[in-house]
């Protein structure tokens, strides 16, 4: 564990990070858990590419995420397991609103497995629909490293809410107000001892169709690399929409920032 710890993060952060571990009750100096050095590597690690992660920002830290150079995020973690954070759509266009409010707690942690319980409400307005729309949702996050460096790691996400408005998925899919889902997953491995990561993420929505709860016909899928260090990261691939005859012309590139305050 120690030596995974200086691999990733040199002596200075290594020791940074163990410092910030506290102390055994006996006084002795506790080491830092897999999930503490993969989450002081990372600067984002409280979430993959879109998918909220169950691991914060760390004790006392803020962090600014700003994906597709059009939606930024704000997150605060008051204490290393509980999170608040706040995210808009930048005005670009007057006739568009989007934004969303959340927090979560970190229930249990292990050395490699994190489990999170999270809340959320959203609220969307676009020129094209007639009327906005608003929800709240909860839901449950693991992560979960498979390595004791924690360089490979899985995330899984559970939610269910209510929602009012309407939720246009395209070609003629339309969810009915009332109960919603999501389920989504992700792995993370880093390439080697450096700054670099791939990520893959896949989400389903769930939903009422004409009385009927069931999944979307369309799921979304996105993967990228990621360059990261303890204070920032960037992430650079491709999301698409898979299933119901769409194929990668129906994707876009995807860009992200993140930086740890």
Not at 3 to 13: E, I, P, R, T, V
Not at 79 to 86: F, G, H, L, Y
Request: aromatic share 6%; net charge negative.
């Amino acid at each position: 564990m120690v030596g995974a710890c200086l691999l990733s993060l040199g002596g200075g952060g290594c020791s940074a990070l163990i410092s910030s571990a506290g102390k055994n009750p006996d006084g002795t100096q506790r080491l830092p858990r897999t999930t503490d050095v993969a989450a002081y590597r990372d600067a984002v690690s409280d979430r993959g590419l879109i998918a909220a992660h169950a691991e914060t920002p760390g004790i006392d830290d803020a962090k600014v995420d700003l994906q597709e150079l059009v939606f930024m995020g704000v997150g605060y973690a008051p204490t290393r397991d509980t999170e608040a954070n706040v995210a808009v759509l930048l005005p670009l266009d007057p006739a568009t609103t989007v934004a969303t409010l959340g927090g979560k707690y970190v229930a249990a942690r292990t050395d490699r497995v994190l489990v999170a319980v999270r809340a959320d409400a959203f609220y969307v307005r676009s020129g094209s629909t007639k009327d906005a729309l608003r929800g709240v949702s909860g839901g449950l996050l693991v992560d979960a490293y498979l390595d004791p460096g924690g360089y490979v790691g899985v995330f899984l996400g559970a939610s269910a809410g209510t929602f009012a408005g309407t939720l246009d998925l395209g070609r003629g899919e339309v969810f009915d107000p009332g109960a919603v889902g999501l389920a989504q997953v992700g792995l993370t491995a880093a390439l080697g001892d450096g700054p670099l990561s791939l990520l893959a993420e896949g989400f389903l929505l769930f939903g009422k169709v004409d009385g009927r709860f069931r999944a979307a016909r369309v799921a979304l899928v996105v993967f990228a690399l990621r360059v990261h260090a303890a204070n920032f990261a960037v992430d650079v691939g491709w999301l698409n929409p898979v299933g119901d005859g769409r194929g990668t012309g129906d994707g876009a590139p995807w860009i992200a920032l993140g930086i740890r305050l």
